[in-house]
Nanobody
Framework: QVQLVESGGGLVQAGGSLRLSCAAS????????MAWYRQAPGKPRELVAT???????NYADSVKDRSTISRDNAKNTAYLQMNSLKPEDTAVYYC???????????????WGQGTQVTVSS
């Protein structure tokens, strides 16, 4: 059984920073892409940032230059550092990971339960 657990969300004032963590655990052979998504009330889930196994990254335009995604492969953990937060960043943030359970298996995407980020003006 594989689990993804996010942490680091909370309430922060506009202009502040947060660092989200996403730890994967269980019978993991390897992890390819890890990603952060967010979903604000009444809006669809949107992709925030992705990072591949060799640390290639991509960001949504809305967070580019304010956020940094990183990962620690030894810990099966991804991070999202967000700076200069804005009220419009308020959302539930979810992480996903494309996980191989064995050498000859296909990757399966797993999701965390989400962590709330609230930015006050």
């Amino acid at each position: 059984q594989v689990q993804l657990v996010e942490s680091g969300g909370g309430l922060v004032q506009a202009g502040g920073s947060l660092r989200l963590s996403c730890a994967a655990s269980g019978s993991i052979f390897s992890i390819s892409v890890m990603a952060w998504y967010r979903q604000a009330p009444g809006k669809p889930r949107e992709l925030v940032a992705t990072i591949t196994g060799d640390n290639s990254t991509n960001y949504a335009d809305s967070v580019k230059d304010r956020s940094t995604i990183s990962r620690d492969n030894a810990k099966n953990t991804a991070y999202l550092q967000m700076n200069s937060l804005k009220p419009e960043d308020t959302a539930v943030y979810y992480c996903s990971a494309d996980i191989f359970l064995g050498r000859l298996t296909l990757a399966t995407r797993y999701w965390g339960q989400g962590t709330q980020v609230t930015v006050s003006s």
